[in-house]
Each structure stands twice: as C-alpha cells, then as structure tokens.
C-alpha cells in the first residue's frame, strides 16, 4: 500500500473533475512527496487510491477565488500544468491543508522553507499602494469583492461581505502577502472611510486601541462599503430555511458520513452545529448554492457513541466505524460516521451542552 511512507495529513476534501467537471468528495491522505484520493463507498474508504497528485515541482495557490460560490478552495498546479481544485469545509481547514501541503512540497528544499517563514513573519506594505485603487478594484463587478445577503443577530443585510472574505480577496489580488497584512490594510481602508462594519462583532473590534484587532479576519464579522450602509431586511419569501435557525453562533463544522433516510446509503455531509438558537445543520458540499439540505433543532435531542463491535441495528451498509447516533425529541433517528474515534469524541462533547 502507498500510504505506509508515512500519513503528515488525512481528510475529506471536494474535488473539482478532470473530465466532467463536477464536484466530488473524496478522501485525501497527505505524504511526503505526493496527495492520494480515494474514492468513499457505503461510508468506508476503498483500499486502492482513486488518483495522486505529484508533489515535486507544484504549485500552490491559497486563497483560490476562481470559483465565486466556492470560497474556500486550494488550487494544486503540477510540473505538467494539470490543475487541480480542492474544496475544504472552513477557513481554518483550508489553511491547515494549505500550510501542510506547501511544507511537503518545499520539504526537500530548506531555504524555501526558510523564505516561506521569513514571509509570514514579515511586514511591509507596498510602498506606492493606493488606497483608492484597491477600492475600485473591489467594485470591479467581475473581479471585485462579492457582496452577499448576511446575518447578524438576527438582522439581515444586502451587500456586505466578511472580515475573512476581504481577507483573501487581498492576498489573491496581490495587494498583501500575509493575513496580518491584509488585517492591517483592511484597517486603514476602515481608517479612511470606505468600509464601515456591519453589526456587533465588527462593530466592537473597532473600539480596540491595537490597529491589528480593529478589523476582524473571522468569518462572521460583517463589513460593507461605506455609501451602501444601509441596514436591509429581506421580505419572508426569500428566506427558505427559518432565518433563526442560522443566526446562530457556529460551534463546530466538518465533513461527517451520513446515513439517509429513505435509501439507507451513506453520503459525505458538511455539518455545520450552531448556539443561541441550537442547530445542527448538513450541506451537500457537491453543490454551489449553500443551503442546507436538512436540519434540526438540538433541544431535547439524545446523542450517544455507537460501538464497533457489530452492525448496530438501524445501520446498513458497509460501514467503516466511528458511528454516533442521534434522536431528536420527535424520535427521528440520525446515524453518522467520524472519520476517528477523536472526532467522534469532539463532535459528541460539542453536541452535549446544546441538548
């Protein structure tokens, strides 16, 4: 087997098709000099890799905009200029995979490395950076900054967009290198005038003496341009999922393995698990519109560990383990899979206090 060279990182990710180009995910194990993927039958990971990806010689691009409904991709270019897009679940994934990807590519080059760390750590701004040309770049219909319907404590606004977002933008448009670059150029465009936060989180980071806390690399600090500032609530029939239910603080998300309802197959879902109001929400993450495809309200709710030995019963299919069971206080009975009994662990002990 290939993975016996050593195993640096492991995971779901969503992978973008060489042919049909389709959005698929697969399982992904990390090595020194290479990323296998496998393809996920019934829940359980076939024994022989779908594909790999040749590390020696690629590129790696993070943050990747080139998808606008897909946030949160990598862009893997190899030595032969195939191109490949991997999807992950959260920001923070994304740069957990995007950090180990690029130290096994650089890994047989120690001065890479070196320069990799000096960047990061470095702080210089563009000398002839002008304020005003990044701000009519964002407005660039095509190119800019795409401008979103939000929530915040319940309220919704048109035409804003998140700290992390701005971020990226930044760095993929080359106007900063690092985060805390961007954090900081993002600051000064508060500074000057042409952004202004939206809602309480951004609101109250603007208060902080320190420049690099005043404005908010986070996925749910909302900010806008300064003239569109004003605050829009959207009419009842846009809203398809109840508005409450995902105006809540998001706890924890990841990929689990699902078992349906109807069919009985297992499908990869990206939960997302939100407080104040409790919700456990799924997406399919082969989709670009972002809506849940179920949900439900954690109040009352039984969640418990499901043991290994044997197929418990209401399980079907060829299950790889790591299975958790809830029941919603309607007695309707959800059957997931982690990918380790460690995150099965989390999961539980996250989903616990919201019962």
């Not at 670059?181 to 980071?205: H, I, Y």
């Not at 997406?283 to 969640?303: A, H, I, M, Q, W």
């Amino acid at each position: 087997m290939e993975e016996e060279a050593g195993v640096l990182k492991e995971g779901f990710l969503v992978k973008r098709g060489h042919v049909v180009r389709n959005w698929k995910v697969r399982w992904f194990v990390l090595l020194q000099d290479k990323l296998l993927y496998y393809k996920i039958e019934g829940g359980k990971k076939e024994p022989s890799p779908k594909g790999r990806i040749l590390l020696d010689g690629c590129t790696i691009t993070c943050p990747c905009l080139e998808y606008e409904n897909r946030p949160l991709l990598i862009k893997l270019k190899t030595k032969t200029n195939t191109d490949y897009f991997l999807e992950c679940c959260s920001r923070e994934e994304r740069d957990s995979w995007a950090l180990d990807i690029t130290g096994a590519i650089h890994a047989g080059h120690p001065v890479q490395v070196q320069e990799l760390h000096r960047m990061k750590n470095s702080f210089k701004l563009l000398e002839n950076i002008s304020l005003h040309n990044i701000v009519e770049r964002m407005y660039d219909s095509s190119t800019g900054i795409k401008l979103t319907r939000n929530l915040d404590q319940g309220n919704r606004y048109k035409e804003t967009f998140t700290g992390s977002a701005l971020v990226d933008w930044l760095i993929s448009n080359s106007f900063a290198v690092s985060r805390f670059e961007a954090v900081t150029l993002a600051s000064m465009l508060m500074d000057e005038n042409f952004l202004r936060p939206v809602g309480v989180r951004s609101t109250e980071a603007t208060r902080s003496s320190d420049p690099s806390e005043k404005f908010l690399d986070d996925s749910t600090a909302l900010y806008m341009f300064a003239e569109s500032s004003k605050k829009n609530t959207s009419s009842k029939e846009e809203v398809h999922f109840n508005i409450s239910e995902l105006s809540g603080t998001i706890l924890k998300q990841g990929f689990l393995v699902k078992q349906g309802h109807k069919r009985k197959n297992w499908k990869v879902r990206k939960f997302v698990l939100r407080a104040d109001p409790a919700f456990l929400h799924y997406y399919d993450p082969t989709k670009e519109d972002n809506k849940p495809v179920g949900g439900f309200s954690l109040r009352g709710c039984l969640v418990s560990a499901l043991e290994d030995n044997g197929v418990p019963a209401g399980v079907k299919g060829n299950v790889q383990g790591n299975l958790f069971k809830i029941i919603t206080k309607n007695d309707i009975h959800y059957y997931i899979q982690a990918s380790s009994k460690a995150e099965r662990v989390q999961w539980i002990e996250a989903i616990k206090p919201l019962t």
